[in-house]
């Protein structure tokens, strides 16, 4: 528990089970259906705009995030993964993160799920 000291205030991925994630999850791998051509473009649209999704291997609503994506544009996101390493824990501590998953663009930030018509209104795509 100590190496998530930073990160008490999580939602509720905090104590999810590992074991609790799809079988077909692995580490926040692969999403499990293909994507469309235009799921894949808002991927896209959301790296070039310099949107940030973070999360962790462990966290199903960060699972649940990537797989509305499907799997080539949950492959494009612009995911920053907070806790495998030492590198990636200090990136999400100096950025902040409480929760799983947060998207940051600029200024904005949003804490847990979004579909993705509220992730397009929000990013102003």
């Known amino acids: 528990m100590a190496r998530f000291g930073w990160a008490l205030p999580l939602l509720a991925c905090l104590w999810v089970a590992p074991l609790e994630m799809p079988a077909r999850a692995g580490n926040l791998g692969d999403a499990v259906s293909p994507s469309t051509a235009e799921q894949l473009k808002f991927a896209k649209a959301l790296k070039q705009a310099g949107a940030i999704f973070y999360g962790a291997w462990w966290c199903t609503h960060c699972f649940h995030q990537k797989n509305l994506f499907g799997t080539e544009a949950g492959r494009e996101l612009?995911?920053?993964?907070?806790?495998?390493?030492?590198?990636?824990?200090?990136?999400?501590?100096?950025a902040g993160i409480k929760a799983f998953p947060t998207w940051t663009l600029g200024d904005k930030r949003s804490e847990g799920v979004m579909k993705?018509?509220?992730?397009?209104?929000w990013a102003g795509l």
Not at 78 to 94: F, L, N, S
Not at 116 to 121: D, G, Q, S, T
């Open 78 to 94: 612009p995911y920053v993964e907070c806790d495998k390493d030492d590198a990636g824990r200090e990136r999400c501590k100096k």
């Open 116 to 121: 993705l018509k509220e992730l397009k209104v």
